[in-house]
C-alpha cells in the first residue's frame, strides 16, 4: 500500500484527540474547528491521489487498446507473408505477435493493480467525505449549544437569588463525541498468473495464420 494512502487511513483513524479533556465550550469548539480544517485538507489531498490513479488506469487501457491494434495488424501481416511464399518473413512477424502479446499482458496485469489503488484512494475519499460531514455538524450543534448556554447564563443573573446554570457546553460536546471505528482499507487484488503457451509460440501464431488461409480457400 502507499505511504501517501497509510498517512491518509491513519488520518481517519485519528480522531477529536484532547476534546475530552477540554474544560470551555470555547475550546471544544477550537478543537473542533482545527480537526475539521486538518480532514479537509487530507481531503483535498486525498482527491488529488485518487484524480492520479484515475489518470495512470485510463493511460494503461489506452495502451493495451493500441497493443491490441498492433497485435491484428501483425497477425495480418503473417498471413499475408504465408499467402506468398514468404516464410522468412512470416515468421518474423509472428515474433513481432508473440512480443506485443507479452507487452499486453503486462499492462493488463498492471492494470489490475491500477484500478485497485483508485478504488482504495476512492474509499479514502468517502471516508473523509462523511467524516467532515460529521464534524461540520457536531461543530453546528456545539455553537449552538454555546450559544444557548451564554443566553441562559444571562437571564439566570438577571434573577434573584442563587439560580442554577445550565450544564456547560464542553460537557454536551463530551456527549457528542463518536467512537471511532478503524478503517480498514481494502486490499489490493492479486494479479493473475501469466499462463505460459506451451512449445513454440511464434509457430503457433503461424498455425493460426495457415488455418485462416486454409479456411478462406474452402469457402471459395
Known sequence: MPDTLKTLFKRIQEGMEGLAGAVMGDRAERLLDEEIRAVDDALHG???????????RVANEQHQAALAT?????????????RQGRTTQ??????????????????????HELAAQERQFQHVVEQLEGRLRRLKHQLDILRASNS????????????????????????????MK?????????GSSAPGKRTKAAGDPAQAVLDRARKRITSSARKR
Open 90 to 111: 512470416a515468421r518474423a512477424a509472428a515474433d513481432d505477435v508473440v512480443r506485443l502479446q507479452a507487452q499486453r499482458s503486462q499492462r493488463l496485469e498492471e492494470g
Open 70 to 82: 498492433r497485435i491484428g495488424e501483425t497477425e495480418a501481416k503473417v498471413e499475408s507473408a504465408l
Open 46 to 56: 486525498a482527491r488529488g491521489e485518487h484524480a492520479a490513479a484515475k489518470a495512470r
Open 148 to 175: 444557548l448556554q451564554r443566553a441562559q447564563a444571562t437571564v439566570a443573573k438577571r434573577q434573584p437569588g442563587d439560580a442554577l446554570y445550565p450544564e456547560p457546553a464542553f460537557a454536551s460536546a463530551a456527549r
Open 178 to 186: 463518536q467512537r471511532r471505528a478503524p478503517v480498514q482499507g481494502s
